[in-house]
């Protein structure tokens, strides 16, 4: 009989994956990847992002990203592009530098650009800001909003538009899914920027979880709904349900509802456009090395083995 795979057609436009360069000599791995019946989109996990692309005052580089943007290409997988403005993982002389408004504004103005136009007609979204709220809920008193208060959102709002208009421009942050302060102050900044005519078009919610403790899935259809209310998508942009090791059957049985539990939401919001685990393997994935102690957070196992997760999925598409 055939097995059912991650993209068959379903209501969304794409199942996908984060990836990352140091993992593409991992030929069993590439090969699932690039198999386009499980995913039909990637991420690249780091290496477009701001250390990696200009690692010193308008000197880019664009080798590594581009490695993970012609594999998508080849394979004919949908790009999601991450990302151009984020307070972690700036390189030292942007976290760094002593700016003022005008200077910072600038640097910003030429990263965006630049890398932008470095992948135009490549990306379907770019994350043009990334999480800009602490856990806390206020905006994250970073190197830009020292430099330019929450003006700086829309500037780089601004700024991504010029630069490709045919490019959907996302918001992404995590643990907004689900009501609460940081869903009511991501809300305001979207808001905002759709009140000011800003260009946006999609919010991106992370979705790193943990077993047992995901939001109901009533918090997420209401969530989502009230962005896709303002004429956006949504979009699970980071999906991972981590857990405390080792594993056990009894939490990866909770981890395989809990992934199903959040696709079928995605599935019951009409503009949840689609859904990118943060890769796909618990082999390569970034939990352990971030969660001290805990981890076994994705679809496959570590030697790429299907898990229940993965069955979960599967049997809510
Ligand atoms: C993570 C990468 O997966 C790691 O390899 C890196 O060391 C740190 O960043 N939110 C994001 C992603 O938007 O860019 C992060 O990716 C995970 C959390």
Redesign the pocket.
Known sequence: AMRATLSRVTGLKYFGT?T?NPELTDTAYVEILSNTTEFGQITP??SQ?WDATEPSNGTFTFTEGDVITSLAENNTQLLRC??LV?Y??PPTWVSGGTWTNETLQAVMKTHITTEMTHYKGQCYAWDVV??ALNDSANFRTDVFYNAMGEDYIRIAFETAAAADPDVKLYY?D?NIEYSGAKATAALGIVTKLVNEGVKIDGVGM?G?YIVGSTPSQSDLITTMETYTALGLEVAYT?LDIRMTLPGTDTLLAQQSTDYENVVSACLNVADCIGITV?DFDDKYS?IP??FSGQGAACLFDEDLNRKPAYYGVVSAL
């Open positions: 984060a990352d996990g780091n992002k991450h990302n984020w972690s993982q990334n999480e992404n995590y992370q790193h980071e943060w970034w090395d971030t």
